[in-house]
């Protein structure tokens, strides 16, 4: 599956920003499509994830302000953000997660810069 993200920018402080991500087909059975990303020397971290069953997962420092989301008959899925913070700044990728028996198979989005500024 192809992954195609969309939705970063430059946004103060405090602002919001939508992240959304297309796929080439449905995702209405891949495993989980989650939200990576990574700053300037750092190591890609996961953001958000959300299962083929709609269980949704954050990383502490996002919860209460991002909420992922899929819609599997459009076959994307969106990341809010809100109240961002500057170090919320990275480059974010859209990851979708399938799993064929033991086999993990991971597609990667191009990703999309996120700048807060302070």
């Known amino acids: 599956v192809q992954l195609q993200a969309c939705g970063g920018g430059l946004v103060q402080a405090g602002g919001s920003l939508r992240l959304s991500c297309a796929a080439s087909r449905s995702i209405g059975g891949i495993n989980a499509m989650n939200w990576y990303r990574q700053a300037p020397g750092k190591q890609r971290e996961l953001v958000a994830a959300?299962?083929?069953?709609?269980?949704?997962t954050y990383v502490d420092s996002v919860k209460g302000r991002f909420t992922i989301s899929r819609d599997n008959a459009k076959n994307t899925v969106s990341l809010q953000m809100n109240s961002l913070k500057p170090e919320d700044t990275a480059v974010y990728y859209c990851?979708?997660?399938?799993?064929?028996?033991?086999?993990?198979?991971?597609?990667w989005g191009q990703g999309t810069q996120v700048t807060v500024s302070s």
């Open positions: 959300i299962t083929r069953g709609g269980t949704t």
């Open positions: 990851n979708a997660v399938q799993w064929w028996g033991s086999s993990r198979y991971d597609y």
